[in-house]
């Protein structure tokens, strides 16, 4: 493994225009919605990044932004030492060959009209100069490799043919087809019957083994992301909020987010310490000035709707964005308007533990 990273995200933004309001436009003011704000994370080769938020939180846009499937607001995408966004499109389409994808839909990915041949060798028509007599050959080979065997019963099938965690085995075999360097997969389980959950996981795990390539996953679900995650950033409004290994976010969390995520993890039995309160859906509350967290938050300080926390990057491996945690939090606090976060009240609040 070589020590530069495969992916280094930089200070990536996404903005989009908001719906305005009739009394907005009337003031003129521009609304946006930061799904992604000055998003920093690398991944390196071979190993998989978790991502894990709650719905609405921009992990869909983040990976659509990296993908450059959408243009950044601001900010880098280095993959492989250099920066994709600078890319124009007729460069993207060697980063597309070594970086591919997996969407939470397989019925919505694959076309009904195409055969499972059909799909699964148009990037090798596309990237890869094989006659049919080979493109087959690869394809029922990807097909054994995905698990469905035999293949010569698979491909020739339409979706429609195909149950859904088949159908998300073929999805799977389209990404893995060209031996990419990067899978990402966006909620791959989300639309399966839990029975069939963890076979694909499975599946995952043994071709990621077998092919070495880097995974960015992107899941709602703590449990899943623990078990299939070398290191985990958890998202919250668009922003990380904490990162580190899985072993750390999930047992040792710091974030009071990734805490009250962790509290909500179901229990043998089925007891939950807490319930987060909803994502706030109002434009309005999302954009708030200090830590966006800071309303639904059990430990929120004075200075927490002042100022807003950074991702501490002291530490390579384990970065937490809160003031209960950073490590220059007097001098953070210097910096805020008079009175705020020096009291005995706050100094005493920040060694507290949720409770
Ligand atoms: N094309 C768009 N135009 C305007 N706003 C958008 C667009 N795409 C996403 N958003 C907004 O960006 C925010 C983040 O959305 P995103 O889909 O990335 O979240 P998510 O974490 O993937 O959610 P989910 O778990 O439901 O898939 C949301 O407020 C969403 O409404
Ligand atoms: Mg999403």
Not at 72 to 83: R, Y
Not at 116 to 139: C, G, W, Y
């Amino acid at each position: 493994m070589s020590s530069e990273p495969l992916v280094d995200i930089r200070g990536l933004k996404k903005y989009y225009a908001a719906e305005s309001g009739f009394f907005r436009q009337l003031l003129g003011r521009e609304e946006q919605v930061k799904a992604v704000d000055d998003v920093n994370f690398t991944v390196a080769a071979g190993e998989t990044f978790g991502i894990i938020g709650e719905s609405g939180s921009g992990k869909s846009t983040l990976i659509e932004t990296m993908l450059q499937l959408e243009r950044p607001t601001d900010g880098k995408v280095i993959f492989d030492g250099e920066d994709i966004c600078e890319y124009s499109s007729t460069e993207l389409r060697s980063f597309r060959e070594r970086a591919q994808m997996i969407f939470q839909d397989p019925y919505e990915t694959l076309n009904p009209q195409k055969t499972v041949f059909q799909s699964i060798a148009e990037p090798l028509k596309n990237f890869r100069d094989m006659d049919h007599e080979e493109l087959r050959t690869k394809v029922k080979t990807t097909l054994n490799d995905v698990g469905l065997n035999p293949a010569e019963e698979y491909i020739d099938l339409f979706p429609e043919q195909l149950s859904g965690g088949e159908r998300q085995r073929v999805c799977i075999a389209r990404a893995i087809v060209l031996d990419p360097d990067l899978l990402v997969a966006d909620e791959p389980l989300s639309m399966l019957d839990v029975s069939l959950q963890s076979g694909i996981l499975r599946l995952l795990d043994r071709l990621q083994e077998e092919h070495g390539f880097a995974m960015v996953y992107v899941t709602h679900n703590l449990s899943v992301v623990q078990s299939v995650a070398d290191r985990i950033a958890v998202m919250y409004l668009g922003k990380i909020v904490e990162q580190g290994t899985a072993e750390q976010v999930v047992n040792d969390p710091k974030h009071p987010y990734t805490r009250a995520l962790v509290a909500c993890l179901p229990t043998l039995t089925g007891d939950r310490e807490r319930v987060l309160l909803p994502i706030p859906e109002d434009d309005d509350d999302r954009d708030i000035p200090g830590c966006q967290f800071h309303p639904r938050c059990p430990d929120a300080m004075e200075e927490c709707s002042r100022a807003v926390p950074a991702l501490d990057d002291s530490q390579t491996d384990r970065q937490v964005a809160c003031f209960l945690h950073h490590e220059v939090t007097e001098a953070d606090r210097d910096e805020q308007p008079s009175g705020v976060g020096s009291t005995a009240e706050s100094e005493s609040r920040v060694t507290s533990e949720p409770q």
